[in-house]
DNA sequence: CCAAAAGTGTTCTGACTACACCCATGC
DNA sequence: GCATGGGTGTAGTCAGAACACTTTTGG
């Protein structure tokens, strides 16, 4: 009986918010996806375990990660509270452990079967805070590329809200209201036309 | 080591936002003062415990309470982490418990000397989040008596912004958005003349 | 030639700001 | 008569919403 810490780490993926869950290769709920989590080591901070977590099963650290909401009462007999944090990284950067055992895939949020330890609660509670924080942060900044154009970065918007956004409106907003600003350089890749290259103002979160 | 709840009790007195604190009557911290809190008894749950704290400290139940952030490293060597609530009481409500050892009393946010166990950072940490979230929500209710005038409301607000408000134009924003209606009566004892008073028009926690 | 993405302006509305004076009552 | 608190209107600014077409390139 100790703290748990839990990681909900969200990605979007061909436009589709999506999220890390584990295949259970052992009792409680074999067989059944759950969140990555587990307990805290041996004088380990929360936020430490957390790192950890999110760095175990996608290698990557330097990104949005933020304490979400702690609860009892999950269904794990091993914790009496779980503390949960929520991560978003850029599935480009991303190399999931490759196990046969506790595999690690992205399941897109939509749909999605029922959970272990239900980590349904969890999600829900995660994905709210996701949108709300959207509103009226920087948080995407950890969900693309260091540059990218802005309809990527549109469709990042769509694919957290779940509903289409004006291109009009939606760059005078974040280009007038100093979120992103353009790199200069305007060349990509496989684009189907030259195109303006955006980067954030700012690579830290940060509340407008 | 197991998890403890701290509760971060807010309340406007004349005109001074403060806080419910303790005077600690044994070791560690004696004779300092700490936020309320305290283990989770047997089969208690977290919300089960920071209502009880609540209840304990005041008197009163049914007001806004909510979970805040969980600490590790607050320097009380008998929790691993710190569930903090954080609560918002009308002062006319509650009824302080009265014993001459581990005395509650409210202190003013603004004048504080050093607390216990790093409670500050809580403090701090509580004081930001109720700011941010009265520009968005009506969790003044919790801090008013059912009926009120405008002005009396603009003082809560205004204790808490820490700055002061434009009367007409705080008048038009919750009357005209539907924060508050109008409740029919207007007498009130002991004001200087007779007054329209207002109530919410919801008694819950509710994002505007 | 067709699909996919980049780019671009105007108009309307609703919310927020700033700002100053009169009235009734209790003391 | 004065201090306290209740009550009221206007004009300016800014942000957000709605709205459609052209260009380029790759396949």
């Known amino acids: 009986m100790a703290a748990a810490v839990v990681v909900v780490i969200f990605t979007v993926r061909d436009g589709q918010l999506s999220v890390l869950l584990i295949e259970r290769a052992a009792a409680p709920c074999r067989g059944q996806w759950a969140l990555p989590g587990g307990h805290l080591l041996k004088d380990e901070t929360l936020d430490g375990a957390a790192i950890r977590k999110l ?50 895939a992205w399941h897109s949020v939509r749909t999605l079967q029922p959970l272990a330890f239900n980590n349904e609660r969890v999600l829900d509670y995660a994905s709210g805070r996701l949108r709300s924080k959207l509103q009226y942060t920087n948080v995407a900044y950890s969900l693309l590329p260091s540059r990218f154009t802005l309809t990527q970065m549109q469709r990042v918007y769509e694919a957290i809200m779940g509903e289409p956004v004006d291109k009009r409106n939606f760059r005078r907003r974040v280009v007038g209201l100093g979120i992103v600003r353009e790199t200069g350089t305007t060349l990509k890749q496989g684009a189907s036309r030259p195109a303006m290259l955006y980067e954030f103002t700012r690579h830290e979160p940060m509340t407008l």
């Open 55 to 104: 760095a175990n099963e996608t290698g990557i650290t330097d990104v949005f990660l933020e304490q979400l909401y702690t609860f009892d009462r999950l269904g794990d007999g091993h914790a009496d509270v779980v503390v949960t944090y929520f991560a978003l990284v850029d599935l480009m950067r991303t190399r999931l452990r490759s196990d046969l055992e506790w595999r690690p």
